[in-house]
């Protein structure tokens, strides 16, 4: 007689399958979207993907195998090309928060379309056995996605969230100052400051 779980009817998950599912469709169908448009939706669905995570009741594996998994190197890296290419300069950041920081004085050179990537192959390997409907497979998918919610791709979010909000809010302040030194200057794109 197989296990039957009844976690997976929690309401939690529910709306956590529903934001992962929106979040691989969303990065499956990223290449065509301009920069702005990607990054403002990133910002917006990744808090959300983290608060449904959070908030999923604990699960215990109750299968003997491993679920499959989806997302294969290839998969993986056709994502992340994609991804990078959207991001373009902007891509890298300076992750100051990691385990090697500590042996290390220089900041590690990260990429958000690597972290999303990440975050993609974990929540997708999860969708794609989550959605073929069967109880202690689905359980125990969810069971390792909450597992590796905790081990690395919670923290992998919260550092990419970080690296989105300055592309998103550090770049229009780099626009501003080229304005304000055309006015100190003689002011070429307001012509009418110095007719007397």
């Known amino acids: 007689m197989k296990k039957e779980s009844q976690v997976i009817f929690d309401r939690n998950v529910v709306e956590f399958v529903t934001v992962a599912a929106e979040f691989c469709k969303f990065l499956e169908q990223a290449e065509t979207m301009k920069r702005d448009t990607f990054v403002d939706t990133s910002l917006k669905i990744l808090p959300l993907l983290y608060l449904k995570a959070a908030m999923l009741p604990e699960t215990e594996i109750i299968g003997d195998d491993a679920p499959e998994s989806y997302v294969t190197e290839e998969t993986y890296e056709v994502l992340r090309i994609n991804l990078a290419g ?21 900041p590690i050179k990260k990429n958000i379309s690597e972290d999303l990537a990440d975050i993609y192959q974990a929540i997708k390997d999860f969708i794609f056995v989550f959605q073929l409907g069967l109880n202690e497979t689905m359980n125990d998918s969810l069971a390792i996605c909450q597992e590796q919610f905790k081990e690395y791709w919670g923290q992998t979010l919260v550092n990419t969230l970080r690296a989105l909000h300055d592309v998103k809010y550090r770049q229009s302040e780099e626009d501003e100052p080229e304005e304000d030194d055309c006015d100190d200057d003689d002011c070429h794109c307001h012509g009418h400051h110095h007719h007397d």
Do not use: R
């Open 86 to 106: 959207i991001l373009a300069e902007k891509d890298d950041y300076l992750d100051v928060f990691i385990q090697d920081m500590v042996y290390s004085d220089q």
